[in-house]
């Protein structure tokens, strides 16, 4: 069977690649359970400091391929039933496993991202695009919403009225623009280049760090002030406590300006 996600590995970074350049890589449904099921796969590898999302071809990713996913209804209810222990179904767990890992995940994003593909993007922690790739939240040309956890990722990028906004239009826009709106991190001339020397500079930063922030910011984004500071006080013991902390310490020590000392104190 061919497959539409691959994955290599090196030097602890995964490149995440979707392989259906003839079709602009839109998402089928056998998409969707590879995208998962590599997320998941990647979750295990104890020794992953990061991961690169990526299109082969022309696009990063076109949206989902309605003529291949509406050839099979019996497909599309089964995938609409959300798994009880995640709270996601196939289309959401496509996007939300990236959110899951405990590594940074950067979207290298070249061509068109629309609608499910742009969800995809949204779920990584950074998008780096190019300037003249194009990106639209296309449900709402077919009459349809973003259903693959974009509303909760649009909301927090731009705001809820902007999300609101760009649902509802179906505006396209160019990378330079989407990053002018928040929805991209960084415009490159070459995004997977980008993408990779990013990918390089976190992974030279405790995973144990990494893995607090993502989960930090992930899970207290909408919550109260005192649940926030509640669980940095938690992350922020455990990091105390981590050899990988430590060996950031020394590190860090090591590389400090001789004004600060052997002890990295003025």
Not at 115 to 121: H, T, V
Not at 141 to 148: A, E, F, H, T, Y
Not at 153 to 167: C, F, M, P, Q, W
Not at 237 to 255: G, M, V, Y
Request: hydrophobic fraction near 45%; aromatic fraction near 8%.
């Amino acid at each position: 069977m061919t497959r539409y996600v691959t994955c290599t590995v090196a030097d602890g970074v995964a490149h995440v690649r979707l392989t259906r350049p003839e079709k602009l890589n839109a998402l089928t449904l056998q998409t969707l359970h590879e995208l998962a099921r590599t997320a998941r796969e990647l979750r295990r590898d104890r020794a992953l400091r990061a991961v690169v999302l990526s299109g082969e071809g022309a696009s990063f990713c076109a949206g989902l391929d309605f003529g291949s996913v509406l050839k099979t209804p019996t497909g599309i209810a089964r995938a609409f039933v959300p798994a009880p222990w995640r709270g996601t179904n196939a289309f959401q767990e496509a996007c939300w496993a990236w959110r899951r890992l405990p590594v940074p995940v950067i979207a290298a994003v070249h061509g068109h991202c629309y609608g499910g593909g742009l969800q995809l993007a949204l779920a990584a922690d950074f998008r780096i695009a190019a300037p003249d790739s194009e990106w639209s939240v296309l449900e709402g040309r077919w009459g349809l919403i973003p259903d693959m956890t974009g509303v909760r990722s649009l909301a927090e990028l731009v705001g809820i009225d902007r999300a609101k906004l760009l649902t509802m239009s179906a505006a396209m826009m160019s990378g330079k623009e989407a990053a002018e709106l928040g929805l991209v991190t960084e415009v490159a001339a070459d995004p997977l280049a980008a993408a990779y020397e990013l990918a390089g500079r976190l992974a030279e930063r405790s995973p144990d760090a990494l893995a607090a922030a993502k989960r930090l910011f992930n899970g207290t984004w909408t919550a109260s002030t005192r649940r926030t500071f509640g669980r940095e006080r938690v992350e922020q013991l455990f990091l105390l406590a981590s050899a990988n902390t430590r060996a950031a310490r020394e590190a860090a020590f090591k590389k400090a300006s001789p004004v600060f000392g052997p002890r990295g104190r003025r």
